[in-house]
């Protein structure tokens, strides 16, 4: 059965709780990494300035204490294989209904496609 690095472990610490018992229970099907969690301004800052975030520090939910937001990869991890993103979306998703948390994917937005993203919803 898949488990959590120290690295993942350590990024989930700083998600919300409905957040964790959603990983939690995924981690049981699907094995996966959580890149990250909460951001600091910094993080913010350099995410929104490489692309890889829309909003501007404090509107992400990465800002949030505890973060409403985390960045989960399938593990392995190529960021060319959007079907694993969609596999690992479908475990995140039967996991929070098993937890009783609602949460929307970033690859359901019409906007732009955010494979890694989940929030709480």
Same mark, same amino acid.
């Given at each position: ?5 120290? %690295? ?8 919300? +709780?409905?957040? !964790? ?5 995924? *981690? ?6 959580? *890149?990250? @969690?909460? %951001? ?10 490489? @692309? ?30 959007? !079907? /694993?993103?969609?596999?690992? =979306?479908?475990?995140?998703?039967? =996991? ?6 609602? *949460?929307?994917? @970033?690859?359901?937005?019409? /906007?732009?496609?955010?494979? +890694?993203?989940?929030?709480? @919803?």
């Amino acid at each position: 059965m898949p488990k959590f690095s120290k %690295r993942s472990l350590d990024n989930l610490k700083t998600c919300h +709780p409905d957040l !964790q018992k959603v990983a939690h229970e995924a *981690i049981k099907a699907f094995d996966f990494t959580v *890149i990250c @969690g909460h %951001r600091s301004k910094a993080e913010q800052d350099k995410a929104f300035k490489e @692309g890889k975030s829309k909003l501007k520090y404090p509107n992400s939910k990465h800002n949030k204490t505890p973060s409403l937001a985390m960045d989960c990869t399938p593990y392995p991890l190529d960021w060319n294989d959007n !079907q /694993s993103f969609h596999t690992m =979306a479908g475990h995140m998703k039967n =996991a929070a209904k098993t937890v009783g948390v609602k *949460i929307v994917w @970033g690859g359901d937005w019409k /906007s732009f496609f955010d494979g +890694p993203h989940f929030e709480l @919803g």
